[in-house]
């Protein structure tokens, strides 16, 4: 399962939502 990545990105939150903020670290 690979998880979002959505901290301090341009694109990445265009894939998550706000509030959808997960800490990525191990693919």
């Known amino acids: 399962i ?3 990545i ?3 990105c341009g694109v990445c939150l265009q894939i998550c ?3 959808a ?3 990525v670290g191990e693919a």
């Open 17 to 19: 939502p706000k509030g």
């Open 2 to 4: 690979n998880r979002q």
């Open 21 to 23: 903020i997960e800490e």
């Open 6 to 8: 959505c901290s301090d």
